[in-house]
T-cell receptor, first 115, second 113 residues
Framework: DAGVTQSPTHLIKTRGQQVTLRCSPKSGHDTVSWYQQALGQGPQFIFQYYEEEERQRGNFPDRFSGHQFPNYSSELNVNALLLGDSALYLCASSRADEGLDYGYTFGSGTRLTVV | QQQVKQSPQSLIVQKGGISIINCAYENTAFDYFPWYQQFPGKGPALLIA?????SEKKEGRFTISFNKSAKQFSLHIMDSQPGDSATYFCAASMNTGFQKLVFGTGTRLLVSP
């Protein structure tokens, strides 16, 4: 049973560019949450998708947007990249009808470097 | 009020010793307190979690102690092993139906052989 799959593993972009990160949730999961983890810091919640809609958002600017597809996979888009966007981007999947106690699973992340 | 404060930032423990990591929170609406373990190049993995209706939970060598009145909780790793060397994060969440975690800043644990 595959866990949460994120792609690409690593990415280098230039300031001002746009980037798309991808996440495939664990089998049976229908909810995808995205987190940003800066170096030496804890993950910070960006937003969460369920039933193809963003249903909660953290304190991130509109440059960060997302999408969820009918197969529950998700994309995170970041426009007008800043040096400060360099971080590990984590995707977590879960089932909406289960609490956090059950199967809230993180992927290994995408390491984004903005130069 | 959404913050979870974690200490120490780093910790060195001898093999067989006890590792203790502490966290504090302000928001009394938090009702779920997990600890995550993260190895380099990997995502966080759930280690153990507790809810406020109990003061302690033990799973193998890992124990969470929870003090509701002080709004503090801690992770104890008994008989620490070199394989436990990792970064540990405490986190908290509210029962709002949205599965959102607020993380501490992390503790880098090194268990020396």
């Amino acid at each position: 049973d595959a866990g949460v799959t994120q792609s690409p593993t690593h990415l280098i972009k230039t300031r001002g560019q746009q980037v798309t990160l991808r996440c495939s949730p664990k089998s049976g999961h229908d909810t995808v949450s995205w987190y940003q983890q800066a170096l030496g810091q804890g993950p910070q919640f960006i937003f969460q998708y369920y039933e193809e809609e963003e249903r909660q958002r953290g304190n991130f600017p509109d440059r960060f947007s997302g999408h969820q597809f009918p197969n529950y996979s998700s994309e995170l888009n970041v426009n007008a990249l800043l040096l400060g966007d360099s971080a590990l981007y984590l995707c977590a999947s879960s089932r909406a009808d289960e609490g956090l106690d059950y199967g809230y699973t993180f992927g290994s992340g995408t390491r984004l470097t903005v130069v | 009020q959404q913050q979870v404060k974690q200490s120490p930032q780093s910790l060195i423990v001898q093999k067989g010793g006890i590792s203790i990591i502490n966290c504090a929170y302000e928001n009394t609406a938090f009702d779920y307190f997990p600890w995550y373990q993260q190895f380099p190049g990997k995502g966080p993995a759930l280690l153990i979690a507790i809810r406020p209706d109990v003061s302690e939970k033990k799973e193998g060598r890992f124990t969470i102690s929870f003090n509701k009145s002080a709004k503090q909780f801690s992770l104890h790793i008994m008989d620490s092993q070199p394989g436990d060397s990792a970064t540990y994060f405490c986190a908290a969440s509210m029962n709002t139906g949205f599965q959102k975690l607020v993380f501490g800043t992390g503790t880098r644990l090194l268990v020396s052989p």
